[in-house]
C-alpha cells in the first residue's frame, strides 16, 4: 500500500500510508449478503421436477456472479487499489484497479488544508479531507479519510516545515 520505497526521492521518508475509510465496503458487503440470500433462496424454490432446471439453476449462478462482481467485488477492488501516502515531501494519491492514477501534491504548493465531518462520520472517525494548493487543479477534495483529524494535524505539520524549509520538523 502507498508508495514504493524506490518511488521516494532522497530524504523523503513516509509519514503515514492509508486507504479509504472502511465504511465505503458497507453498502458492497449488504449487497454480497443480499446477493448470497437471493441466490440461495432461488436455488431452494427452483423445483427439482421442473424439467428446465439446469437452465434455471444456470440462470441463477450468472446473474449472481454478475451481480456480485458489480456491487461487491468492484467496490471492493477500488476500495483496495485507492491509497493515500503522506510523505516529508508531498501528498500522493493513488487511484485505479486497471488502470492507475496518481496525483502528487508537494506540500511546499499546499496553501490550506481543511477538514469537514458529519455526525455519523465523527461517531466513525473519518471525514472528508479538502486540500487546496497552487497547482492546475486547485482545491482537492479527498472523500472519506480515516482518522481525518489526525492526517489533517500531521498534514498541516508538514506544510508548515515545508513552508518554514524543514523537513520533518527538523
Request: some cysteine; glycine content about 4%.
Amino acid at each position: 500500500m502507498g508508495l514504493p520505497e524506490h518511488h521516494l526521492t532522497t530524504g523523503e521518508r513516509v509519514i503515514h500510508s492509508f486507504h479509504p475509510h472502511w465504511k465505503r465496503l458497507v453498502v458492497p458487503f449488504l449487497a454480497l449478503l443480499l446477493v448470497v440470500a437471493a441466490s440461495s433462496l432461488a436455488f431452494l424454490y427452483i423445483p427439482t421436477d421442473y424439467e428446465y432446471v439446469r437452465f434455471a439453476w444456470l440462470a441463477v449462478a450468472v446473474v449472481s456472479v454478475v451481480a456480485l462482481t458489480l456491487w461487491s467485488f468492484i467496490p471492493y477492488l477500488r476500495w483496495k487499489t485507492t491509497s493515500y501516502t503522506l510523505s516529508t515531501h508531498r501528498f500522493n494519491i493513488s487511484t485505479g484497479i486497471l488502470n492507475k492514477s496518481t496525483d502528487d501534491i508537494p506540500l511546499a504548493k499546499v496553501n490550506s488544508v481543511s477538514s469537514d465531518q458529519t455526525f455519523v462520520e465523527r461517531l466513525l472517525g473519518c471525514g472528508t479531507l479538502v486540500v487546496e494548493s497552487a497547482s492546475d487543479k486547485g482545491e482537492i477534495v479527498l472523500r472519506d479519510i480515516p482518522k481525518i483529524q489526525t492526517v489533517r494535524a500531521e498534514l498541516f505539520r508538514l506544510v508548515e516545515d515545508a513552508s518554514d524549509g524543514e523537513i520533518d520538523g527538523k
